[in-house]
Every structure is written in structure tokens, then in C-alpha cells.
RNA sequence: CGGGACGUGGCGCAGUCUGGUAGCGCACCGGCUUUGGGUGCCGGGGGUCGGCGGUUCGAAUCCGCCCGUCCCGACCA
């Protein structure tokens, strides 16, 4: 492609608002452009990225056999009533002119497996693949960091259709494959981590991870690479204090003023470990829960929620009424009417605690003789505690989701119907799968793995261009019909080429915004090139020379490209 | 939804406290200059100061309401 004519707005400040790297440099680089909150325009040249990701996930999709289809945007309400999703507080609800209720798409195993109960129907349907690039909708509460968190986005979405759960397992297996082979070809660093199910259900799921600060999400993985998991169902070996012996009852002591255990590790002189923190929150049926973990943990809510559904935190005045204390004295002894989950790490030795009564504490409380509760993990994993398959100490890291794969068995073709007869004849539900992918997340990761202080510095597979000719000189001159040559072998080469071939522009300028752009290879035409060369060339990563004879220049570019 | 901040030309900002009719850099247009790292000089165009209402002789500036955008938290298929 030739500049000269064409759309691509740089900036030399990013907008006041932009956070991230990513969001930064994909608006000073002209890819993309914001229309309001959590909406963004791609341009050209961002498009060009778009579609590379695009098509690298194409390529794998079909490569397992998967087949791509097109569903509409917006739906009949009835479909998401009947798996319990309409009234999502994120879901775009409409009417239209009939005064029929529709919503916008948030994603579409609904409309799959609506398709899915009227076309299959036999065991020699199965298995099938389908899958679609799309866009989504979602009313977020609140969009952030560019790109990464918008209101609406393309997803490549494919769901899987098995007849048994050993199925599912293979096609589950298969994408699995297929995504590894679309972050490594898009030169990702990336984990795949075990996730929580959450809101989509189903029996088993992981994510793909690209490690970014600018990330929402945070894994904990082991060293070796024999655990990786979302710190929302991470679990960890936590270090043991050394207990001594257990009174032979809980002791009472007065700890005036007492009210966090910072405080009252420093008052008793004892390790966070040996105290017990207790939290107290109301589920959505009213009942009150005590939860306790170590003092040195953070209790975690999302694994809270998996023991004791929906819940907030107590109010003052309800914790008074149920325990007679006030938050910082609170413990499990003698409590009644309430709700008990301790974290594993309190069912072992025994652990300071407040004796509900304001100003006191209990030493030497042993869970199961001075108190009951259900035993479950509700900590927040931290750094360095043990990773639970090796022992070696664990990695906390942002990431930034770009996939997901879900394990979804039956729970949408139950509900929809989406049944096949067997080789008995007899009736069964389809077993599902469903696995994401967020091309524009994966460029705006690539940034953020990819960028220096001139800009962005893209993996081969997703620059807007292979190649970025800065031509200085006039088009007419004879710099300027070399550039002409050389970028029409470069093409028969099979290399995308961007030429820049405004007049007008300075070639400092030229030079400082294909930096920006980030294109893996420069190469620069002007006065000292001809008539004897060499050809300098400009490896973006690292922006080192590589300069190139003429003789057989083009064919030399290309050689260096491919051993990028 | 809770907390915080911001909104002045395309982008980045000053001016607001202390009211007097809008300014700087970049970008854009014209001329000259320059021609390998956002060139230099000269001359231009472009802004109902987010909106509505109020106070005042007079509001970007003070007051009220609303809208928008971002950040932290909550939430997040």
C-alpha cells in the first residue's frame, strides 16, 4: 500500500484519559479511535491487525474441523428466558416496533443450541463444531483501559456438540490444541490457567492468559509450570507456624483497643498466622455467615459464593445483634445462629480469636472442640505459599483473559431442547462445549507484551505490515522509482508493504511515526541509497540495523524478515 | 452501585481561587526555507469554554441541576 492518500491519524501526545500502554499507543498509532465509552472505532491500519488475528484463528478453527457460521446480533427475548439469562443486569434489552421484547447478544450458546435442537437430530450428526466471528454486547458497569474492556467487541465464539461426555472431552481437547497454535502463532507470551465456571456453568473450564500489568485478572503459577490457576479457585500449601500445645481450653484476655490483626500481632507479640480473622457476611436468604481465615489471608468472595451463594458484607448494628460484639473482637466460641466456614488453614493447630465480647480475646481455640464449621477454602492465595502439585513457591501475575474453553455438558441443550436419538433409539441431550477468543484483546496484549519508548513493537504475524518503506525523496526522483521496484518485488515476494510516499512529509517525521506504527522491518530509500547502496534496514525489536547490498535486495528483506 | 477527578479549537494544556468578553504548544492552511530523526521563520483559519438554569451591569471563572469521560473499589459468561 502507498501512504500518500490514505487515512492514518498518529498523535504525538496520547488522549488525557488513556491509561494502559496498549490504549495509549493503539490511539497515537491511528489504530483505533474512541466513539464513547467502551466503544472504539477501528481504523485501517488497526484493521489490518484485526484481521490478521482473524484469520490465524480461522485457519485453526478449521484446522480441527470446526465450521464457521454467522448468527444474528439481536435475539427474541423468549430464548434467553428459557435458560434463565434475560433481566442479565449487562444485557441490552429492546423492543421493537411490535412491542416484542429482544436483546442484544452477549454472547450465543443460546442461539447455538436453539439451531443445534432443530437440526440434529441423530447420533451420526455428532459430533460438530461451529463457530463464528461476532459481535458481542454487554452493558458493563464500567469500561476501562482502551480496548480491553468495551461494551461491544468481536468474539470468535465456537461451541462443540457431542453425544457423550467422552466426546465433549475430545472436541474440549481439540480446541484446546487450536488455541495454543493461535497465541503461539500470534507470538504471545500466554498460560493456560483452570477457571472458575461462573455464570456460564458446566463442569469444567480454563482460561488463556496473556501476562500484562495492565491486566484485570490475576493467576498464581508455579515456577516449573505445574500449576497455573486464576487466584479465583487458586489453592496453595500455606506455611505452618509452629502452634507449641493447645491450652486445654480457650483462654480469656483482655486486648483493649484491639480492632485488626496488625494490631493484635503486635500486641501479643505473635505470628498473623496463629491469629484467625473473622468476617461476617449475610447471604441473600438473610442468614449470617462467619467466615474465618488466617490473619494473614485475604478472604476471597468469589470462593465464599461457591459455599454460600450470594452474599454482602454485615452491617454494625446486625453483628452486634448476632454476636454482642463489635468488628475486631469477633470469634467462633459459643456462637449461635450463625453460619460457621473456616478456611483449611484454621482447621489445623489452634489460633487466637475475639471472644465477642468488645476488648477480648480467646487464646488456644481449637476448630472442632471449641467450635464447629464447615471446612472449606475461601483464601485468597498469596505469593510464595506453596504451589499444591510441586511445592515450589507460587507466581502472582496480572493477565489479561483472551480465551476461554468451557466444559458447558447440558446445561443450555437441556433447557432448549437440543436433543439427538441414539443408536437405542432413545432420546439424550446434546453435550456441549463453548470456548472464546477476544481478537482485539489478543493485539492490545501483543502491545503490551510489545512496546518500547518509540511505540509498538508487533509480533510478525500482526503487524498492520510486514515491511514499512520510508522513501525520502519525491516520487518522481530516482530514489523514488527504486522505492516504486523495490516494493513491487517486495509484494511478488509475498510481503506486505507499506510505502510511504507522502511528499511533504519530513523524513524525520516518517522515520518517528513508522516507529510508532511498529512494523518488524524498515527499510529506508533516500539520497545515500543510490546509486551504490547499501539498503538500510531497521529491525523494529531492538531498532538495529541490518543493512542489505542492493544487489538482490529484496529477496535479502525477505530473508531477514523470515528469520524474525 | 460506593469513592475520587476531570470537561476550554483535532491532540496536549494555561486561564477558574481573586468575575471584565479567551490564550499557549503541536496539528491544519498560505509563503519562504529545509530535504536522513516530529526543520526554521513569517502570515492565517478554526473555540456557543460539556449542557441547562440562576446570581451579577457583566460569568470559562460564583451557585444549582443534568450530561459526558477517566481512575480506584464493587461487578465481570
Redesign the pocket.
Known amino acids: 500500500m502507498r501512504l500518500s492518500g490514505r487515512l492514518w491519524p498518529?498523535?504525538?501526545?496520547?488522549?488525557?484519559?488513556a491509561?494502559?500502554i496498549s490504549h495509549k499507543l493503539m490511539v497515537r498509532a491511528g489504530l483505533v479511535r474512541?466513539l464513547?465509552?467502551?466503544l472504539y472505532s477501528f481504523l485501517p491500519f488497526g484493521l489490518r491487525s484485526l484481521e490478521r488475528i482473524i484469520r490465524i484463528i480461522r485457519e485453526e478453527m478449521d484446522r480441527i474441523g470446526a465450521q464457521e457460521l454467522l448468527l444474528p446480533v439481536m435475539h427474541p427475548a423468549e430464548i434467553w428466558e428459557a435458560t434463565g439469562?434475560y433481566g442479565?443486569?449487562?444485557?441490552f434489552r429492546l423492543q421493537d416496533r411490535g412491542g416484542r421484547a429482544m436483546v442484544l447478544g452477549?454472547?450465543h450458546e443460546e442461539i447455538i443450541t436453539w439451531h443445534a435442537a432443530r437440526e440434529l437430530r441423530s447420533y451420526r450428526d455428532l459430533p460438530q463444531s461451529w463457530y463464528q466471528f461476532q459481535t458481542k454486547l454487554?452493558d458493563e458497569?464500567?469500561?476501562?483501559?482502551g480496548i480491553l474492556?468495551v461494551r461491544e467487541f468481536i468474539m470468535k465464539d465456537s461451541y462443540s456438540m457431542d453425544r457423550d461426555v467422552a466426546g465433549l472431552e475430545a472436541s474440549y481437547a481439540a480446541h484446546a490444541g487450536a488455541y495454543s497454535r493461535i497465541f503461539d502463532r500470534a507470538g504471545l507470551v500466554w498460560y493456560m490457567v483452570e477457571s472458575d465456571v461462573?455464570?456460564?456453568g458446566g463442569m469444567g473450564a480454563h482460561e488463556y492468559m496473556a501476562p500484562s500489568t495492565a491486566g484485570?485478572d490475576t493467576i498464581a503459577r508455579s515456577p516449573g509450570g505445574a500449576y497455573a490457576a486464576n487466584v479465583e479457585l487458586a489453592v496453595s500449601v500455606a506455611g505452618e507456624p509452629d502452634f507449641g500445645d493447645a491450652p486445654a481450653a480457650p483462654e480469656p484476655f483482655d486486648t483493649p483497643g484491639i480492632g485488626t490483626i496488625d494490631e493484635l500481632a503486635a500486641f501479643t507479640g505473635l505470628s498473623p498466622r496463629m491469629l484467625a480473622k473473622s468476617v461476617v457476611v449475610v447471604t441473600d436468604d438473610g442468614t449470617p455467615v462467619l467466615a474465618l481465615v488466617r490473619g494473614e489471608h485475604t478472604l476471597h468472595?468469589?470462593k465464599l459464593a461457591h459455599v454460600v451463594g450470594r452474599h454482602r458484607p454485615a452491617q454494625p448494628d446486625e453483628i452486634r445483634e448476632w454476636f454482642g460484639a463489635s468488628p475486631g473482637s469477633l470469634g467462633p466460641v459459643g456462637v449461635e445462629g450463625v453460619r460457621i466456614v473456616a478456611d483449611p488453614t484454621i482447621a489445623r493447630g489452634h489460633h487466637v480469636t475475639g471472644a465477642n465480647r468488645d476488648g477480648v480475646h480467646l487464646r488456644g481455640v481449637v476448630l472442632g472442640r471449641d467450635f464447629q464449621a464447615e471446612v472449606a477454602d475461601i483464601r485468597e492465595v498469596l505469593e510464595g505459599e506453596g504451589c499444591p502439585v510441586s511445592g515450589e513457591p507460587l507466581i502472582l501475575e496480572p493477565v489479561i483473559e483472551i480465551g476461554?474453553i468451557f466444559k458447558l455438558g447440558t446445561k443450555y441443550s437441556g433447557p432448549l431442547g437440543a436433543t439427538y436419538l441414539d443408536q437405542e433409539g432413545r432420546e439424550q441431550p446434546i453435550v456441549m462445549g463453548s470456548y472464546?477468543i477476544g481478537p482485539a484483546r489478543v493485539l492490545a496484549a501483543a502491545i503490551e507484551q510489545g512496546n518500547d519508548e518509540?511505540g509498538i513493537v508487533w509480533p510478525k504475524a500482526l503487524a498492520p505490515f510486514d515491511v514499512h518503506m520510508v522513501l525520502?525523496?519525491d516520487a518522481g526522483s530516482p530514489q523514488g522509482e527504486y522505492a516504486e521496484r523495490l516494493f513491487t518485488e517486495l509484494t511478488g515476494l509475498g510481503l506486505e508493504v507499506l510505502l510511504d510516499d507522502r511528499a511533504g512529509t519530513?523524513?524525520?517525521?516518517k522515520?518517528?511515526?513508522a516507529?510508532?506504527l511498529g512494523c518488524p522491518v524498515r527499510v529506508?530509500?533516500?539520497?545515500?541509497?543510490l546509486p551504490d547502496g547499501p539498503l538500510?534496514v531497521?529491525v523494529r525489536r531492538g531498532r538495529e540495523r541490518r543493512d542489505v547490498p542492493l544487489d538482490g535486495a529484496a529477496a535479502a528483506i525477505r530473508e531477514l524478515w523470515d528469520s524474525l
Open positions: 498518529t498523535l504525538r501526545d496520547a488522549p488525557a484519559d491509561e494502559a474512541q464513547a465509552s467502551g439469562r442479565l443486569d449487562e444485557q452477549m454472547t454487554r458497569p464500567r469500561p476501562k483501559s474492556r461462573g455464570m456460564m484485570e468472595e468469589k476461554n472464546g518509540a525520502v525523496g519530513k523524513p524525520g517525521e522515520f518517528v511515526e516507529e510508532l529506508t530509500i533516500g539520497k545515500r541509497t538500510e531497521q
